[in-house]
């Protein structure tokens, strides 16, 4: 553990963090299950799906939970299978 008051904080405040971005990376590969699954199954809410990943994607990407290289590559992957199952 940490001597200095201020370090023990950072690393407390670090494992707030970690968890907290932890939780929000399996929440995106919930979403991206959800879509294929949607996609598969030919339902017509897939759509309604893919907007609500494009949202959640943007979102991790602009707190820097993932890079956004790495969400634009995941939205254009789910768009391609939305068009090719259409």
Do not use: C, P, W, Y
Not at 19 to 46: F, R, Y
Not at 52 to 66: E, L, N, P, R, T
Request: no cysteine; proline share 0%.
């Amino acid at each position: 553990m940490a001597n200095i008051k201020s370090a023990a904080k950072r690393a407390q405040i670090g494992e707030r963090n970690r968890l907290q971005n932890k939780s929000v990376k399996t929440g995106l590969k919930t979403i991206e299950k959800k879509l294929n699954t949607a996609v598969e199954a030919n339902d017509e809410a897939s759509n309604q799906i893919l907007t609500q990943a494009v949202k959640s994607f943007d979102k991790a990407a602009s707190k820097g939970i993932i890079s956004k290289n790495a969400a634009n590559r995941k939205k254009s992957k789910m768009q391609k299978k939305i068009n090719a199952s259409a």
